[in-house]
């Protein structure tokens, strides 16, 4: 039994030797690129809030609203996705005693025609023979498709300039050549995308709170670590 527990010991200990052992003339750097990217994808979310004593008449009074607003987006044909959403909640006087309900319900817009999302967005603040919707916020990204193109990009260029590096370094230490031993690529989006948030109910006037058309950017990063041997 000791002879099969020394042996076992023996075992893990050159694993764990073997694994450590690391080929010699190795150098592990890495090489960093950044780009800025046209935020081209806005998302919109406005909303309607409304209180009543009865909840099934709140959530009609909400769902009609909002309805409304979906079938108007529809009708425009500027927005690329349209979801709703809808929450409730109790309310209660200052004797902590339940008096009624307030919902909300969401309409949410996603398009790359900010011109044409901010001429909808005005629409549906001023709806006619309904209850218009206010705007909550505008928030600004960079599409899938967009980021993958700006990404392979950056990645391409990134390889070439870890080949142009190790070569620099086979040069300067005067060795025949290099092979590659490991290599790992992250890509990151270092800022966070433009949001607009409208002001509060109370702060706005009477007139229809226009959105901006302006996305912006992002700054998208790629970084490749690797490690080579020099041969």
């Given at each position: 039994?000791?002879?099969?527990?020394?042996?076992?010991?023996?075992a893990?200990?050159?694993?764990?030797?073997?694994?450590?052992?690391?080929?010699?003339?190795?150098?592990?750097?890495?090489?960093?690129?950044?780009?800025?990217?046209?935020n081209?994808?806005?998302?919109?979310?406005?909303?309607?809030?409304?209180?009543?004593?009865?909840?099934?008449?709140?959530?009609?009074?909400?769902?009609?609203?909002?309805?409304?607003?979906?079938?108007?987006?529809?009708?425009?044909?500027?927005?690329?996705?349209?979801?709703?959403?809808?929450?409730?909640?109790?309310?209660?006087?200052?004797?902590?005693?339940?008096?009624g309900?307030?919902?909300?319900?969401?309409?949410?817009?996603?398009?790359?025609?900010?011109?044409?999302?901010?001429?909808?967005?005005?629409?549906?603040?001023?709806?006619?023979?309904?209850?218009?919707?206010?705007?909550?916020?505008?928030?600004?990204?960079v599409?899938?498709?967009?980021?993958?193109?700006?990404?392979?990009?950056?990645?391409?260029?990134?390889?070439?300039?870890?080949?142009?590096?190790?070569?620099?370094?086979?040069?300067?230490?005067?060795?025949?050549?290099?092979?590659?031993?490991?290599?790992?690529?992250?890509?990151?989006?270092?800022?966070?995308?433009?949001?607009?948030?409208?002001?509060?109910?109370?702060?706005?006037?009477?007139?229809?709170?226009?959105?901006?058309?302006?996305?912006?950017?992002?700054?998208?990063?790629?970084?490749?670590?690797?490690?080579?041997?020099?041969?």
């Open positions: 039994m000791q002879r099969q527990v020394a042996a076992i010991v023996l893990l200990c050159s694993t764990l030797s073997f694994a450590e052992e690391l080929p010699a003339n190795t150098v592990n750097f890495d090489t960093v690129l950044s780009r800025e990217v046209a081209d994808t806005a998302q919109a979310t406005l909303f309607v809030e409304l209180s009543d004593a009865d909840p099934a008449r709140l959530s009609e009074r909400v769902n009609l609203a909002v309805a409304a607003g979906v079938k108007l987006a529809r009708q425009s044909g500027s927005a690329q996705s349209i979801n709703t959403g809808y929450s409730t909640y109790p309310l209660y006087n200052k004797s902590n005693k339940q008096e309900w307030r919902a909300r319900g969401e309409l949410r817009l996603t398009s790359r025609d900010f011109a044409a999302l901010a001429r909808l967005i005005g629409e549906l603040q001023k709806m006619q023979g309904g209850l218009p919707l206010q705007l909550a916020e505008v928030r600004y990204s599409s899938d498709e967009a980021r993958k193109k700006a990404e392979d990009e950056l990645i391409e260029e990134g390889l070439r300039g870890f080949r142009s590096r190790a070569a620099l370094m086979q040069k300067g230490l005067g060795s025949k050549g290099w092979k590659l031993l490991n290599l790992t690529v992250n890509t990151q989006s270092m800022r966070p995308p433009v949001m607009y948030r409208a002001a509060p109910a109370a702060e706005m006037s009477l007139a229809a709170s226009p959105a901006p058309v302006e996305g912006g950017e992002s700054r998208l990063s790629v970084s490749i670590q690797g490690r080579i041997q020099l041969e």
